[in-house]
């Protein structure tokens, strides 16, 4: 069941004339959707079923179409794409990571609470690192960036700066 669903998925993706990034399901736009609390704890969950997990395996690596892509999610460099040409595994200590969900719900004009937030993102990571399928883990050749002293700003430029030097004949950033 689950898994014949996740392999049927009519899943796309578009990018608009604002150059955001659109999730469509069946034509329609979930972008909004799919960025929310519950959304987030429940792929977790969903994550830990092998069968879903293997059906949604080759739908991810066929989007690894030329000229490439960038794929962010717990298991892209050990799992979804062993072989990708840079790794970044971004991290953060959890309370930083539970006061910028914060700050994000909150201008969505969502009412949260810091402490169950914190709480939640403790057992996500928790639940993630231990589960037996994909566990969340830094793979050997990922360069690890720490964010939780740095700036959006200043965490895209050092992304940037990686990918340049590692695809100096690419055309990386603007």
């Known amino acids: 069941g689950h ?5 049927d998925l009519d899943v796309a993706f578009r990018a608009t004339g604002a150059g955001e990034e659109q999730v469509l399901l069946a034509g329609e ?16 969950r969903v994550a830990a079923w092998p069968a879903v997990r293997s059906a949604l395996l080759e739908r991810q690596r066929r989007f690894a179409a030329p000229p490439g892509l960038v794929a962010d ?10 072989a990708a040409g840079l790794k970044i595994f971004l991290t ?8 910028r969900r914060h700050k994000q719900l909150k201008e969505k004009g969502l009412s949260v609470n810091l402490a169950a937030l914190s ?3 403790a057992e996500r990571d928790r639940r993630d690192a231990s589960r037996p399928v994909a566990p ?23 992304v940037l700066a990686l990918a340049r030097e590692r695809f100096p004949e690419a055309r990386v950033g603007n």
């Open 92 to 99: 953060a200590s959890p309370e930083e990571r539970a006061r």
């Open 73 to 82: 999610g717990r298991d892209m460099g050990s799992v979804v794409f062993p």
């Open 29 to 44: 736009d979930v972008t909004g959707e799919l960025r929310t609390e519950q959304a987030g704890s429940a792929a977790s």
């Open 119 to 121: 709480a939640e993102i």
């Open 3 to 7: 898994a014949r669903l996740a392999g």
């Open 136 to 158: 969340l883990i830094a793979c050997a050749d990922a360069v690890t960036v720490d964010t939780t002293r740095l700036a959006i700003g200043e965490v895209v430029q050092r």
